[in-house]
């Protein structure tokens, strides 16, 4: 059974950081993609950054470039959000997710899914 256990959220000023993890278990995933999302409320679940697990290829949404840094551990089956110069626009309830797949922006692609960790940047 696939699990994928979200870490690291809290509540940070505007301007701070955070780190996300992500702990995947269950199968292999050398062959997946991993993505982070986020959701605020009322607002449509978006893509924030994915990474390649074979590859290290790492994909970025333009708000959060310059910003986050996605990263693996292949010992630890970790995946990673490094969250720096944090804005209060950045707050949401950030998701992990598993898939098999070309295009790594669409939510509906992955297969996986974690349960979320909330993250809230006060101004």
């Known amino acids: 059974q696939v699990q994928l256990v979200e870490s690291g959220g809290g509540l940070v000023q505007a301007g701070g950081s955070l780190r996300l993890s992500c702990a995947a278990s269950?199968?292999?995933?050398?062959?997946?993609?991993m993505g982070w999302f986020r959701q605020a409320p009322g607002k449509e679940r978006e893509f924030v950054a994915a990474i390649r697990w074979s590859t290290g290829r790492t994909y970025y949404a333009d708000s959060v470039k310059g910003r986050f840094t996605i990263s693996r551990d292949n010992a630890k089956n970790t995946v990673y959000l490094q969250m720096n110069s944090l804005k209060p626009e950045d707050t949401a309830v950030y998701y992990c997710?598993?898939?098999?797949?070309?295009?790594?922006?669409?939510?509906?692609?992955?297969?996986?899914w974690g349960q979320g960790t909330q993250v809230t940047v006060s101004s």
């Open positions: 997710a598993a898939g098999t797949i070309l295009v790594v922006t669409p939510a509906a692609h992955y297969d996986y």
């Open positions: 269950g199968r292999t995933f050398s062959s997946y993609v």
